[in-house]
């Protein structure tokens, strides 16, 4: 049997048919007229994406391996052939993880307004029709799909997820781990496809001319072979500088909001700094609370005079009260706390240090750590320390924040504060700490 040429064979019938029987809607393409839309718009909202998504992608798997997948407790644990290169993660700068993941959530929510522009950009094309009329056009459209449901996947779950209003029944952490790495491959199909069309579309104008030209004089870019320009364009309501500047408002709109967050103090209670239900405390523990002792099941009664922190990993427990806490070498340092949510805050924390309390548990070197916490629900109510991350000079067990007792919903009666460390490993209301020789 003789293969036939696809033009006669079942694809070629295939395609004329979809042709034939649009699918509901495609009919209504010729309505997207707008004369901004073309190559080179399209492509200098590519360059600020090609530039900007690939650190959201660095920095986002880079916060996955922070929480120290080789102890089982990054989330999702079990991760197949995706399992990323681990290494054990580092205490300096103590800014590393406040500013990794600070540019993952911060720069992620600033290019939204930019991927929205894209997408309006290339409106026309998502819909063409028939949708592919070769085994490429097949792969390009299966690397849009990819990359178009990842980033909106990946916006709706982030968005959620930090805004405590987190909707879908699925868990957060292997949605969006998931949908990552869907976005992430169709991200590279559709670079390895399209830079050489985005060089030519940026040289295709000046942007010192489209800044200066006004919406009278806006006309149409030349109609090019992808059809990104409309057949018939219909007249300008505004000029692609007009564009411009809204997508860049809605970028620095969006990181005003965002830095509030961060920056703390009166910028926090500013209207424009949309609050997400979050808790602060009082005086010198006015600082943002995620998870408050009575949220994550702490009974109030085991945090008074009954409390006590058990070290193990020696020959026998050593039991501590506060008091006896207290009484040992205080070490004092102004460490970040960085959550996953992006937002961080720095305080000046006191305490015992963590070598120290390994030393006293008979454990002068150890390999690791697991934190209890009296925490009943969530996630996290036991964590593994790595080496460094006992071993740093500011690591340590925190009793007082800015010169007062912790409050209990920052942890009282003692927290784990160890430098660039996730914010959620920063145990509070820490019960026992089991230390592994090396
Ligand atoms: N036991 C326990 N410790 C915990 C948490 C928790 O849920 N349980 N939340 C963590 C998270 S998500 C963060 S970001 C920090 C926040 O500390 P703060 O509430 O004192 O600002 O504490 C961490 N410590
Ligand atoms: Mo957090």
């Known amino acids: 049997m003789t ?28 309505r997207w007229r707008s004369p901004l839309r073309g190559p080179w718009l399209t492509s200098v909202f590519g360059f600020a994406l ?11 798997l880079l916060s996955y391996i922070a929480y120290g997948p080789q102890f089982g407790q990054a989330l999702p644990v079990a991760v197949g052939w995706l399992k990323l290169p681990t290494f054990d993660w580092p205490t300096r700068p103590v800014w590393l993880y406040r500013v990794s993941q600070g540019l993952h959530v911060g720069l992620g929510l ?16 998502l819909f063409a029709w028939p949708p592919s009329r070769s085994i490429a056009q097949v792969l390009e459209r299966l690397s849009i799909a990819m990359l178009v449901g990842g980033i909106l996947f990946e916006i709706a779950t982030g968005v959620l997820y930090i805004q405590y209003d987190y909707i879908f029944g699925f868990s957060f952490f292997p949605a969006h781990y998931y949908g990552a790495w869907v976005f992430i491959g169709g991200f590279l199909m559709h670079i390895t496809l399209k830079i050489p069309r985005m060089v030519k579309g940026l040289r295709s104008m000046s942007l010192r001319n489209v800044l200066h030209t006004s919406r009278a004089d806006t006309r149409p870019e030349q109609p090019d072979p992808d059809e990104l320009v409309a057949a018939h364009p219909a007249s300008p309501t505004m000029s692609r500088r007009g564009v411009l500047s809204l997508v860049g408002g809605g970028v620095v709109l969006t990181a005003l909001i965002t830095a509030g967050q961060t920056i703390g103090g009166v910028a ?32 109030p009664g085991s945090t008074g005079d009954r409390w006590r922190l058990t070290l193990r990993g020696g020959r026998t427990p050593v039991v501590l009260t506060r008091d006896e806490l207290t009484a040992m070498a205080q070490h004092s340092a102004r460490l970040p706390i960085a959550c996953v949510q992006g937002w961080s805050t720095v305080q000046s924390w006191s305490g015992v240090r963590l070598a120290e309390l390994a030393a006293l548990a008979g454990v002068p070197e150890p390999r690791s750590a697991l934190v209890s916490s009296l925490g009943q629900k969530g996630y ?21 924040v800015n010169d007062a007792n912790l409050s ?28 592994k020789a090396r």
């Open 50 to 60: 090609l530039i900007g998504l690939p650190i959201v992608i660095l920095t986002g």
């Open 110 to 125: 600033v290019l939204i307004p930019v991927i929205l522009a894209k997408l309006w950009s290339v409106i026309p094309r």
């Open 408 to 435: 209990l919903d920052h942890g009282y009666p003692a927290r784990i504060i160890v430098p660039a460390l996730p914010g959620v490993h920063n145990t509070k209301w820490v019960t026992s700490i089991d230390f």
């Open 3 to 30: 293969e036939r040429p696809a033009r006669y064979g079942f694809p070629a019938r295939l395609w004329r048919g979809l042709g034939r029987h649009p699918a509901p809607g495609v009919d209504r393409l010729h």
């Open 380 to 400: 996290f109510n036991r964590v593994t320390l790595q080496a460094n991350q006992i071993g740093h000079p500011d690591a340590m067990l925190a009793l007082r």
């Open 268 to 299: 926090r209670h500013l209207p424009l700094m949309l609050p997400t239900g979050d808790t602060t405390g009082k005086g010198p523990n006015d600082f943002r609370i995620n998870k408050t002792a009575m949220g994550v099941g702490v009974d």
